[in-house]
């Protein structure tokens, strides 16, 4: 089984921080990261770092959010700082796995369960 668990969502006030952590078993991860989905909006990237830790954001998160990976945890963190309101939203940890078949390639997404973030006064 690959599985991934996430923990560290909560309610916090507009400019506090949070840090986010998910934990991968069952197999080795590519790329792993984050993405969010907000009431009424379509599921989006908010960062992702590959093994070999090259890190990319969404703008909005830019200066805010720092994505950080522990290999050898097979975990995945997101420090999250001067939240905003609009940082509201469930975050859904993702796993990208890379297998091989004879001389075929083939990857696969796996997501968590998602931890909701309520930025608010």
């Known amino acids: 089984q690959v599985q991934l668990v996430e923990s560290g969502g909560g309610l916090v006030q507009p400019g506090g921080s949070l840090r986010l952590s998910c934990t991968g078993s069952?197999?080795?991860?590519?790329?792993m990261g984050w993405y969010r989905q907000a009431p009424g909006h379509q599921r989006e990237v908010v960062a992702t770092m590959t093994d070999a830790g090259t890190p990319t954001y969404t703008y909005s998160v830019k200066g805010r959010f720092t994505i950080s990976r522990d290999n050898a945890k097979n975990t995945v963190y997101l420090q999250m700082n001067s939240l905003k309101p609009e940082d509201t939203a469930v975050y859904y940890c993702?796993?990208?796995?890379?297998?091989?078949?004879?001389?075929?390639?083939?990857?696969?997404?796996?997501w968590g369960e998602g931890t909701l973030v309520t930025v608010s006064s």
């Open positions: 993702y796993g990208n796995v890379v297998n091989r078949k004879g001389w075929q390639v083939f990857a696969k997404d796996y």
């Open positions: 069952g197999s080795i991860f590519s790329t």
